[in-house]
Each structure stands twice: as structure tokens, then as C-alpha cells.
């Protein structure tokens, strides 16, 4: 498997952010880390394992980047709007500095998927409905997709544009729904442990796509299936596979 380490300085941070790419060829698939953990621990979990065969055989081109959750929504002694300002700065850092490099890295200049496990889901499924002419696809799992989960009750403008459960609900813009209605949405939970609020989300996340008439696979996995690496491995091979299969991706 071709590996690259990468680094870049952002301008919208103000500082070197690095990243890890696997493979050679493919559509390109962008991770975001689950809560607390860096831009490599997707490898280290042995997502990319799971998925090898997928990257070896060109199908699949994957990127896992760092975030400032520690700074942004994990923040102590911030403001819930500071909070939601500084994640701000990320999603500008991510569409408009990292996603350019991505495709002159690969001369892929189509939408890419994204996912991410956990806090990750949270941030696949935002960008996803954020950027979908960027996003083709997402893969959120386990994820929580309420910024009150963040915040509390304190709920101001930028916070509420970064809540999902809030913000999607509210969409009439049919630039966003046409586009949300032809790309590939998967929304998954396991029913075991920790993943109570998960499971609470994602069904009300389900309920509200089928209120704005926007298919998407919303999955829940057994009750033995908890908030765990083991199963978030089994459920990314699972949907990835189910893609690739049904889809022509290029």
C-alpha cells in the first residue's frame, strides 16, 4: 500500500496541520478523527487494514486529517459561540485549503466521500450537509449530530449552523435539497454500549430526512454492537463494499 505523510501551514489556523494518505488511485475518502484522537489513529485502529483491499485495488483513495475539536467544541473556559466560530476556522481550512490539495495531489476534481467514527461522525455528516457540491458521500457512525451535545442550551447563530438536527430541518434552499436527494447518505449506529445517544440521534436524524423527502440508509446494528473500533471496522468494510457495488464511482 503507497503511504504519505503530509504537511501543510494554513493560513486559517495559523499553523502546520498534517495528514496521512493511503493508496495510489481511486475516489478519494476523507476521515475525520473520532473525539480526542489525532490524524494517524485511524491506522493505528486498523481501519486501514480493514479496507485494504479496496485501497490496493484502486478503488479507494483514503485521507485521515487532524482536528481542533480540543480547541473548538472541546474547549474549556470558551463561549458556545467562540466554540462554534473556532470550528469555523476548520471548515475553512478543510474546504478551502485542504480539499484544493487533495485534488491537485491526486487530479481527482470530483465530490469525494467522507466519515469518521464517533466525534468523527459528527464532522462527516456536518461537512456532508454543509458542502455537498464538495461531499458526495457520507458514512457517519456511531456519531452524535446535536451541538448541544457541545454547548448546552446556549445557542446562538454559529452554533446552530454547525447542529445538524437543527439546521437541516430548516432547509428550503433547493440547491441544498436537490443535492442531498442524488448523493449517498449512510447513517449508522450499533445498539451496545455507549451508544445511547447515538442510537436517539441518528433515529431523529432519520426522521427528519424522511420529512424533506431525502433518501438515506440509516442502520442500527444489534444490541451486542457497541461504541467500539472492532464494530466501526465491520460497519466502514460493509457500506464501503455496498458503494462500490451499486455505484460507478469515477
Given at each position: 500500500?503507497?503511504?504519505?505523510?503530509?504537511?501543510?501551514?494554513?493560513?486559517?489556523?495559523?499553523?502546520?496541520?498534517?495528514?496521512?494518505?493511503?493508496?495510489?488511485?481511486?475516489?478519494?475518502?476523507?476521515?475525520?478523527?473520532?473525539?480526542?484522537?489525532?490524524?494517524?489513529?485511524?491506522?493505528?485502529?486498523?481501519?486501514?487494514?480493514?479496507?485494504?483491499?479496496?485501497?490496493?485495488?484502486?478503488?479507494?483513495?483514503?485521507?485521515?486529517?487532524?482536528?481542533?475539536?480540543?480547541?473548538?467544541?472541546?474547549?474549556?473556559?470558551?463561549?458556545?459561540?467562540?466554540?462554534?466560530?473556532?470550528?469555523?476556522?476548520?471548515?475553512?481550512?478543510?474546504?478551502?485549503?485542504?480539499?484544493?490539495?487533495?485534488?491537485?495531489?491526486?487530479?481527482?476534481?470530483?465530490?469525494?466521500?467522507?466519515?469518521?467514527?464517533?466525534?468523527?461522525g459528527f464532522h462527516s455528516l456536518n461537512f456532508f450537509l454543509r458542502h455537498p457540491d464538495v461531499f458526495d458521500t457520507?458514512?457517519?457512525?456511531?456519531?452524535?449530530?446535536?451541538?448541544?451535545?457541545?454547548?448546552?442550551?446556549?445557542?446562538?447563530?454559529?452554533?446552530?449552523?454547525?447542529?445538524?438536527?437543527?439546521?437541516?430541518?430548516?432547509?428550503?434552499?433547493?440547491?441544498?435539497?436537490?443535492?442531498?436527494?442524488?448523493?449517498?447518505?449512510?447513517?449508522?449506529?450499533?445498539?451496545?454500549?455507549?451508544?445511547?445517544?447515538?442510537?436517539?440521534?441518528?433515529?431523529?436524524?432519520?426522521?427528519?430526512?424522511?420529512?424533506?423527502?431525502?433518501?438515506?440508509?440509516?442502520?442500527?446494528?444489534?444490541?451486542?454492537?457497541?461504541?467500539?473500533?472492532?464494530?466501526?471496522?465491520?460497519?466502514?468494510?460493509?457500506?464501503?463494499?455496498?458503494?462500490?457495488?451499486?455505484?460507478n464511482y469515477v
Amino acid at each position: 500500500m503507497h503511504v504519505e505523510n503530509h504537511k501543510f501551514y494554513s493560513r486559517h489556523l495559523g499553523r502546520e496541520m498534517e495528514f496521512k494518505s493511503y493508496g495510489h488511485a481511486g475516489k478519494p475518502m476523507l476521515v475525520f478523527p473520532a473525539g480526542g484522537e489525532r490524524y494517524d489513529d485511524y491506522e493505528k485502529h486498523g481501519m486501514v487494514d480493514a479496507m485494504g483491499h479496496m485501497i490496493n485495488g484502486g478503488l479507494l483513495h483514503v485521507f485521515t486529517v487532524d482536528s481542533i475539536d480540543s480547541e473548538s467544541w472541546f474547549a474549556e473556559g470558551v463561549s458556545p459561540e467562540e466554540k462554534a466560530i473556532r470550528h469555523n476556522t476548520y471548515d475553512a481550512y478543510i474546504v478551502d485549503e485542504l480539499i484544493p490539495y487533495i485534488r491537485d495531489h491526486t487530479s481527482y476534481y470530483g465530490a469525494m466521500i467522507t466519515t469518521g467514527c464517533s466525534m468523527g461522525g459528527f464532522h462527516s455528516l456536518n461537512f456532508f450537509l454543509r458542502h455537498p457540491d464538495v461531499f458526495d458521500t457520507v458514512i457517519a457512525l456511531s456519531g452524535v449530530y446535536d451541538a448541544r451535545n457541545f454547548v448546552g442550551e446556549h445557542f446562538e447563530y454559529n452554533v446552530y449552523v454547525n447542529s445538524p438536527i437543527d439546521y437541516l430541518k430548516n432547509i428550503e434552499d433547493p440547491w441544498y435539497l436537490e443535492k442531498y436527494r442524488v448523493n449517498d447518505i449512510i447513517i449508522c449506529s450499533g445498539q451496545g454500549v455507549h451508544e445511547e445517544t447515538s442510537v436517539r440521534e441518528t433515529r431523529l436524524m432519520g426522521e427528519i430526512l424522511r420529512q424533506k423527502q431525502i433518501p438515506a440508509w440509516v442502520d442500527f446494528w444489534g444490541y451486542e454492537v457497541g461504541h467500539d473500533w472492532e464494530w466501526w471496522k465491520s460497519q466502514i468494510v460493509y457500506f464501503l463494499e455496498r458503494l462500490f457495488e451499486f455505484r460507478n464511482y469515477v
